[in-house]
Structures are given as C-alpha cells and as structure tokens.
C-alpha cells in the first residue's frame, strides 16, 4: 500500500490540498471526505445565487466530486468524519445516508474542517425559519424557501459582508429586509466614516438597517417557525425567515478533541507551510489561524482565496514539494447594491489595537478622468504611519471601478511603502481609466502632506 | 523686486510647477508662457472629444488661465518664447497675435515645452488636411472639420496609442477609418500575441488595419488638399482627411540653442529634482527623459501623469521644498473600442535589449468569478527574469474590468517581487470582483512554474 493521504473536507482547502498532492505524487492514495453534497464550491456566491444573479447552483461548483475521482482522489461524499486518532493514525467516519461507520487509515491528515456560523445563545434560535449561510445546502434550503412565495419580510442579524450581501439578495427578490447590527455602522472591519457611507448605500436600495441594537430573542409562532425577532433595545421585527449572517468561526472540535493544537486566536495554529504541532498533520482554510503581517497577531479570516492558496501550499508540500503561505494582511471587498467597498492593512481601531501611531488623510474623486462619460465616485482612505510615513490600512468606497484599486494598496503595504513613496508610482493613466492623477496617488499625497503636518508638530 | 520664476509652457508640467512654487512661496514672481489659447489641459481627452464623448473643449481644461490668475501667477498667453540666453538669465518671447516682442529676466527657469508630433518626410505631408493631434488647437481644427460633415473617409498614419484612439473616435462619428502601420501587430510596445488580440479588436470595430506598411507619400488633390495616402507596398489608400498618429519627440529646440544639455535619448536631461545640467533651471513634462528603472536607461515617456508628477517636483524644489520624481517603469494603459489594454515593465523585446534572459506565462481568465454576471475575458501575460523570478514585466488585454489590473502588477514590478511570492499576495477576492484566484495571481503561479521548469533544464 502507497503512502496514504486522509483530508477531512472537500471545499476550497481540503479540495485543493487532494489536488495539489496528487498531482506532485501520482502514487499516493488520497482519500477526501465531505459530509455536504459538493466539492469545491464557491460559498461566496451563495448570496449572488440566492438573489437569481447566479442561475444555478451548479455554476457554484469549480470541480464536482467526479472530477476529483477522475484526478485519481477518493472521495467520500455525505460522509462525516467523527474522530481523529493520532496515536493508531486513523479516522473514524459515518455516512450520513446510510449511517454506516469506519476507519481510514492516513499517513499525512488534512484538516480542513472549514468553519461554522456563528450563532447568538438566544431563545429561538433554533426554530424553523432560522438560517445560517455556510454551506451549499444552507444556501439551496433557504432558496427553496424564497421560491416557495409565503416569505415577504426578512430580518438578516449582523451587518457584517455576508449579512448586507444576504439583505442585497432578498433586497433584489422584492422582499422587505431588515438588518440588525450591533455596531454603529455596518461592516464593522471598515472605520466608522466609510461604514456611514455604506450605511447610507444599504438605506438608499430600501433596506431598513437597525444600529447599535442586538438580538434579545426570537420569536417563534403557534406553527413552531420564527415570526419575528426581538432586539436588545426591545423593538419587535416581524420576520417571516430570520437569516444569520453574524460572521463564522473555525470549526476545530475535531481538532480539539484529537489533540491538535488550537492557536490564541481559536484557528488550528500552523506554520508557513501549513503543518500543524503534529507530525504529518496539516490544516489549511477557515479552520486555521494565519499570521497578520502588520498587527503580527495570529488571526482568523475566512475567506476562500486564503483558503484556496493554503490548501495549495499544504498540497505542494504532502506531495514532495516546497510551498509557503506568507500570511495575510486584511485585504477583503464587498459589492453592496450599487456601490463597492474595500479594505486592506489595518483599520483605525486595528492599528490603535496593534499599538501604532498614525495620521489618517482621505480624497474624494472619480474612478476615471472627470470628463469622461461614466466616471464614478471614490473616496479613498488611507492610514499612514506617524514620522515613517509607512501605509498601515486604506480603505475605499465608490461606485462601479471604484473597489478593485484596492489591490494596489494592498501591494504597497505589503511592501513595507510610505506614502511619499506611493505618490510618486507609475501607475496606469487614460482618461477612460483613470484622472491624471489617481485616487490612489491623490490620497497618497494627501497622507504624506499629514505625515509632515504632523512631524512639524513636535 | 522678489525671485523669478518663468515658466515656459503651460500645459501639465508648466502649469504644476508654477502652482506648487507659487503655493509653496507665494513672494516667488511666477511668470508662465503659453503660446496656445488654453493651460492645463488633458491632451490625453482629445480623441473622446473628437469622438462626442467629452462634450466641450472646456471638459478637458483642469485649470483655466483665470484660475492660474488667480493663484497669483503671471499667465501670458498666445505668448511663444523663442529664445533663452542663459548668460543674461532672460527669455526672449514673441506675441503671436500682436507680433509684440520682448525679453523677461529670471532667477529660475522651468524649461516645460512638452513634445513636437512627428511627422514622416514624405510629400504631401503639409497639405490642408492633413493633421496632427497634440495640442487642444489641434483637437478644434479636427473637430471642426469633422463637423462640417464633408469628411467620409479617414486615414490614421501610425497604431500606436494615439493612431488607435483617434480611429476608434472616427469611427464612432461614423466615418470609413483605415490605419497604417510599419509593425506586424498595432501598439508596438505589446508584444505581438497581445498586440494581434488588439488587432482583432480594432477590425472587429470595423476599422481597416493596414500593417507591416509604412506610408511613403500623401497624394495632393488639385485643390491642395490631401486625397490619398500612398503606402510603401504601393496601396492608394483613399483619404477625406490624414491625421498623424505616429508618436511625439521631445521639444527639446530652444534648450538645444540655449546650451540645456540634452540626455542621450533626445530629453532634457534632468535629475531626481528635475534640474537640469543648468543651475537654477530646471525641467519638466514630455521634454525631458526620464530613468527607467528595469532597463537603467534614460527614455522619453510622453505621458500626462508623468508630467503633472515631474513638474509638482520641480515646483516644490523651486518653492524651498524637497521632491525627488524617482522614474518610471513604462506602465501605460489604453481603451481601444470594447477592449482595454495595459502594460507595465519591459516587453519581449525591451527585456532582451536590456540584456534580460526570462521566460513567459499568460493565462485567460475573467475579470469576475466565472459564474458572476458581467464576466469579462481577461488575459494576463508576465515576463518574469531565469533563476530568480523577478517579475520584468506585464501585460493585460481584456474587455470592462480587466486592464486596470496593471497597477498591482506595477506595484510588484516597482518593490522588484518575484513572481514566487506575487502569487501569494493577500488581493481581494469576492465574487463581482474577481474569481477566488485573481487572473493576475494566476498568471503568477504560471510564471512561477515557468521559472522552476527552466531551472530543471539547467
């Protein structure tokens, strides 16, 4: 028997560690399980294929369990992996459908559990009509419900990504949405000022957001299903589905209960090349911490391109390879309605957190020369490091072109650039493009103006 | 009486030098020449004016003479200057609409004259319609004469940037639009697979591509104006009107006569602070040349982002501050009908002249998650150096969405990254977007591989 390679989930990570491995080293025995019904999905979409942008749920799936099984990987679908014993290197697992059990013996074991939603300890939470959005199947159960036709009145707590782009689909359905947060502005990650903007955004397309105020309890009907929720402050929103978008944390139970060390952020803790503290043990995706490059903090961020590269790196490396995963510095981006927001480095409260001192500077602009017909708003922020100069976070906010410039920034933070530097890049311009000057130049200039209004300070 | 600064040349350098000296220390006497009816204005907007997509001249004016006025600067216009004496420390100018002559003292000089259009020496190359597009005057005599409706058939010399912009915009006022170019593809600074994506494109808009054919006379009809345009291989192209699209050199005259050294590719030769070999003068904008940092040579890039930065450094010199313009990387950018192309770095060709030894990966893609709706194809090439996979170079083609991508991949070429650690770059993914693998982190990881595959070779 070849060396044997057992991974514990087939999305992102786990489907792209068994490919990776395989095809390094053609000769292992893969063997994938996944509890759900597909592989390889994009979770990320789920909102896009709720709101009908998306037609099928087919359009979601990158690689089907029967292209993997032509990769030459055994997949086990519907079937959950229950335990993990180091010392006798096996899995315990049972199908789902059939309720059968067994072991899997491994040599190397991928965990790549992913995550689960988080879910406030109130009561009703459980009722029917309470939906999380994680997986595929949340996102096909919750679909049959809105084409079912009976729901007209939605409530999304949390205002997080995931809760605005869930509204934004029930939004785009006809529905009444409601979206209850605890923060004084949606999407949290973002300072205050950009979240306002996106606020007003989220109110302009007609959904009604409810700030500073969490949920109490909800409210189940005669029937056993949510029919409202009740929030901290004691308002009452009717709710014919309640969906959870209050964010997800890293499914380690199993991880726990195996021994496998768990890091400070709650993430499976692993090195650059994805082992963890067990020889022959790997993790990759949403169920690991990764290292935040400007905070140094370890960090949970659960997003599928990390979670792709990790499985990737892990993948290169069980095959005979030599990968690493550099860490993370916040990057993330969302499409609200009709406008686009960004982040990347460290907000305010972050950089205050992280114990750095800092000027803040921002612009308003177009995304191309004002001239040129469809130019778009932008602002872009930016948050510099006092005396150095050294970009720490920017954030942007506007409307279509607006987002993507983001990846810039992100570019120069990892490089360690200060803002006097950042001005002074050749950065692509044409009218339809771009003004003269670049919102990301212009911002640029402003923060460095700020760096030497401060350094004249002292 | 206070410092003089005279400024020759109003444009984007001119103007951003005079301002930031005068903001910076407003005792400065600021005097600014232009010999044409408008400052400050987009050059790069010409060809969406000609087309109707910029409604008015006056959309392309950052800053009108008034403004200029009004900042406190001495604004002559209609004012050419046709002499520098470096000895007595004047310029010589001449009015052009009164004939007035006179001579102006300084203490600095900015030496922004921006570049002269070339003009192939064959015959008929100075009959009436045959036209330049480098000034805003240029663009109204364009207009006007595309106005008066006579015009039907269009022949653009030169598929460069301009050459393609200015068909496309014919072609959008509905006119019969042929280009002819010395090189196999159009936009020679591609390489040739980008440059032929290009090509398909432009005749796809329905414009003649005539190539690998240089144009060896204008044919004069007997009213004196341009009838024809007769090409090397002997084609009688038929022309209402000739517009010259072959590129810009420097106007570097009146320094040459003044004793101005000029650099080896034919610029002003100038500094990190935009001095020129002259102390107290100094220049900016598309005169001058300016340090490549891949290549280590000095090029002239004729760009109006380029100048507003060169002439912002020379104004801040000049007003006791401290600015350094730290050179260029050739990143460039341009729509060319529903396509988008851009580029950074060396192509091919430039890498090889450098003395460069590389490989190449391009990868097609799209420009949202394949599934997300909108999606546009997207293609991205790199260059990346042997052994230590540097990335040299970028190139991008696409439709809506995909060209300004370039910028991050500016931004990796400018901090020297390989294309190793590129592809694990913390970008931002969701699905409107990008897919969960950025096209440019893709063609990354297939540079990555390109590079390793070559060291096995050794």
Redesign the interface.
């Known amino acids: 028997m070849g060396r044997r390679v057992v991974v514990i989930g087939g999305d992102?990570a786990g489907g792209s560690a068994a490919s990776q491995a395989k095809k390094r080293q053609p000769d292992l025995d893969v063997v994938m399980f996944e509890r759900g019904r597909a592989t390889s999905y994009?979770a990320?979409?789920i909102p896009?294929w709720i709101s009908g942008?998306?037609e099928t749920e087919s359009?979601?799936v990158?690689r089907t369990p029967a292209q993997h099984r032509a990769a030459g990987i055994d997949v086990r679908m519907r079937t959950e992996v229950v335990g993990i014993d180091l010392d006798r290197r096996v899995v315990r697992w049972r199908g789902l459908e059939d309720g059968g059990e067994g072991t899997e013996p491994f040599d190397d074991l991928v965990y790549a559990t992913g995550s689960v939603p988080m879910r406030p300890p109130v009561p009703g939470i459980d009722a029917a009509g309470v939906y999380g959005v994680q997986v595929l199947d949340d996102g096909a159960a919750l679909r049959t419900e809105l084409d079912d036709g009976s729901v007209r009145r939605v409530v999304v707590v949390g205002g997080g990504?995931i809760g605005l782009e869930i509204a934004e689909a029930c939004r785009v359905r006809g529905l009444e949405v409601t979206v209850v947060d605890l923060s004084a502005t949606p999407v949290g990650t973002f300072d205050p000022d950009v979240g306002a903007t996106i606020a007003d955004a989220v109110r302009a397309e007609g959904i009604e957001l409810v700030l500073s105020d969490g949920v109490a309890a909800i409210e189940v009907g005669s029937d056993g299903r949510a029919c409202a929720v009740v929030t901290a402050s004691g308002r009452e929103l009717p709710a014919d589905l309640v969906v959870l978008g209050l964010g997800v944390r890293p499914n380690v139970q199993l991880a726990r209960e195996a021994g496998i060390p768990i890091g400070t952020s709650g993430g499976v803790a692993v090195d650059a090349r994805m082992r963890t503290g067990i020889d022959g043990v790997w993790a990759a995706g949403d169920c690991v911490e990764s290292w935040h490059r400007l905070s140094g903090q370890r960090v949970v961020v659960a997003?599928?391109?990390?979670a792709?590269?990790q499985g990737r790196v892990a993948g290169i490396n069980i095959g005979g390879g030599y990968a690493?995963?550099?860490?993370?510095?916040?990057?993330?981006?969302?499409?609200i309605c009709d406008w686009?927001a960004?982040r990347?480095g460290l907000s305010s409260t972050e950089a205050e957190a992280a114990g750095y001192s800092f000027v803040t500077a921002w612009v308003d602009s177009t995304t191309k020369?004002?001239?040129?017909?469809g130019a778009s708003p932008i602002r872009v922020k930016m948050i510099a490091e006092r005396r150095s100069g050294r970009l720490l976070g920017a954030q942007i906010v506007g409307r279509e072109?607006a987002?993507?410039?983001?990846?810039?920034l992100?570019?120069?933070i990892?490089?360690e650039?200060g803002v006097d530097?950042i001005?002074?890049?050749?950065?692509?311009?044409?009218?339809?493009?771009?003004p003269?000057?670049?919102p990301?130049l212009i911002a640029a200039r402003k923060a460095f103006e700020a760096v030497e209004a401060d350094v004249r300070k002292l």
């Open positions: 992102a994009s990320c979409g896009y942008a998306v359009s979601l990158a990504y997003l599928g391109t990390h792709n590269k690493t995963f550099p860490g993370v510095i916040g990057t993330a981006i969302t499409k686009e960004a990347t020369a004002g001239y040129f017909p072109g987002a993507k410039r983001i990846d810039a992100a570019i120069c990892w490089n650039m530097e001005l002074s890049l050749d950065l692509s311009y044409a009218p339809p493009f771009a003269v000057w670049d990301v």
